[in-house]
């Protein structure tokens, strides 16, 4: 098989996209095969996600169908990255100035995104943050775990008893969470509402002036604290939670976080939807600066820039073509590492 792709990322979070403009799609079945074996960065191409463009032609008025499938072959509702990417594509490849693309197409009532460029600079328009719906988001076994304010507290217990455990870092945590749609499900955490309080010192040891940066151990942290909560509570995210763990600075106008996603199981170096959770959560002022820590280090990358509105945010940032190739197949890819 040979398959033409191209490979763009924003700070760091990077998909392929497969462009079927004009053409018959692919099956879903094998596009979700092929999501799996393009991804994997060993006997594929390597990515956090595939993103396939689907319509009769680059200026469709019914809109471009987005579709992301994850590392996994299952399907994500939306990317704020992967949306500023493809309306890059479009104007290159094709001279398509703005472009609406259709979002959330597996619940079967797709969401309006539009894209575009104002003065060199990519944006997305998208639906102001919002409360997560009911068939992501199931309570009723967990109700004890909310606030009178709407957020959520999770206490994760220690796993010291799994006898194939050797870690000795696993003591029982917990940390508070605002939960937030923002095209995908997210649960937003503040660093300074993690118990044990000097545990969340790991995350952003560089603010912190820490000497030592110990920067495996914030992974570390994260992925436990994002991995471990389908375990814990089984049922309460039945599609999977990304999460971010968040800390403002100049009183909210700018924001640094870390994120986890729910489709890579993974820390990815940035997620579009999840800057918006968290200017929702500890945003203040009318541009906020997002600023995906692991981008910060890795690239310098000075992040994102989102504009609220009442009914619609916009999210500014800086997509970037990487490579362009042609998948040619890997026929010892089991799917296993
Ligand atoms: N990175 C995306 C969201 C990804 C959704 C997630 N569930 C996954 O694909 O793992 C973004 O920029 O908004």
């Not at 792709?5 to 760091?12: D, L, P």
């Not at 040891?205 to 992974?219: F, I, K, S, T």
């Not at 990304?242 to 924001?255: D, F, Q, T, W, Y």
Request: aromatic share 8%; glycine share 12%; with cysteine.
């Amino acid at each position: 098989m040979r398959l033409p792709f191209i490979k763009m990322h924003v700070c760091g979070n990077n998909f392929i996209f497969v462009d079927e403009l004009g053409r018959d799609p692919m099956p879903d079945a094998l596009i979700s095969d092929l999501a799996k074996k393009l991804t994997d960065p060993y006997t594929g191409v390597g990515a956090d996600g595939l993103i396939r463009l689907g319509g009769v032609n680059p200026s469709d008025s019914s809109g471009i169908s987005f579709r992301l499938l994850k590392p996994d072959g299952s399907e994500s509702l939306s990317c704020g990255n992967g949306l500023l990417c493809a309306g890059r594509y479009l104007a290159d490849r094709y001279g398509v100035k703005q472009t609406v693309f259709q979002t959330q197409i597996p619940t079967g009532r797709p969401v309006a995104v539009v894209s575009g460029e104002t003065g060199g600079k990519r944006w997305i328009r998208v639906p102001a943050p919002s409360s997560i719906p009911d068939f992501l988001f199931r309570l009723e076994r967990h109700e004890d775990i909310v606030t009178p304010e709407g957020r959520l507290v999770f206490n994760l217990q220690s796993r010291r008893k799994d006898p194939l455990f050797m870690e000795n870092s696993e003591d029982e945590l917990s940390f508070v969470a605002s939960p937030v749609f923002a095209g995908e499900p997210h649960l937003v955490v503040r660093d300074s509402g993690i118990v044990p309080k000097e545990r969340a010192g790991c995350l952003f040891p560089e603010m912190d002036g820490a000497v030592e940066l110990r920067r495996d151990w914030g992974n570390l942290l994260l992925c436990r604290m994002g991995g471990q909560i389908s375990a814990q509570y089984p049922g309460l995210f039945p599609k999977g939670i990304n999460l971010m763990v968040a800390r403002s600075s100049g009183g909210g106008e700018i924001i640094f976080f870390r994120s986890f996603k729910s489709g890579n199981l993974r820390e990815t170096m940035a997620c579009g939807t999840g800057a918006l959770a968290c200017a929702a959560v500890l945003g203040k002022g009318d541009a906020i600066r997002v600023v995906p820590e692991m981008a910060r280090r890795h690239m310098g990358a000075l992040g994102y820039t989102i504009i609220p509105g009442k009914n619609e945010w916009y999210i500014y940032g800086d997509p970037e073509l990487i490579w362009e190739g042609i998948w040619t197949g890997c026929s010892s890819f089991t799917g296993e590492v």
